[in-house]
């Protein structure tokens, strides 16, 4: 399982970014993938999930609202759609995937098998 984000780059606050997430070695739709972001000097962070099978998302409370996670299961790509974008988005953003997770660890970086290498979001404000 290999897993590549891409689409990150510089945007002034109040403005959009597309990152994805494109997977191979797996079924998109059998996985659970999820987007965490890591700030120089912070930990980790969840950011947005989208379950296996259901395709159920779930957002953190930071981006409720004006991130949008979807999947192209054709692709095997999963997208997150940034809109209304402010400094503190500044971040590395990751996806991971999982097979197992259960919703109650979704938030939890443990709990994902494979990584992505990260793409650099900067919001300029």
């Known amino acids: 399982v290999q897993l590549q984000a891409f689409g990150g780059g510089l945007v002034q606050t109040g403005g959009s970014l597309r990152v994805s997430c494109a997977a191979s070695?797996?079924?998109?739709?059998?996985?659970?993938i999820t987007w965490f972001r890591q700030a120089p000097g912070k930990e980790r962070e969840f950011v947005a999930t989208?379950?296996?099978?259901?395709?159920?998302?779930s957002y953190s409370d930071s981006v409720k609202g004006r991130f949008a996670i979807s999947r192209d299961n054709a692709r095997s790509m999963v997208s997150l759609q940034m809109n209304s974008l402010r400094p503190e988005d500044t971040a590395v953003y990751y996806c991971?995937?999982?097979?197992?997770?259960?919703?109650?660890?979704?938030?939890?970086?443990?709990?994902?098998?494979?990584w992505g290498q990260g793409t650099q979001v900067t919001v300029s404000s």
């Open positions: 070695g797996l079924t998109s739709n059998t996985w659970t």
């Open positions: 989208i379950f296996r099978n259901n395709g159920r998302p």
């Open positions: 991971a995937a999982s097979q197992t997770l259960i919703m109650s660890t979704m938030s939890r970086a443990g709990s994902y098998h494979y």
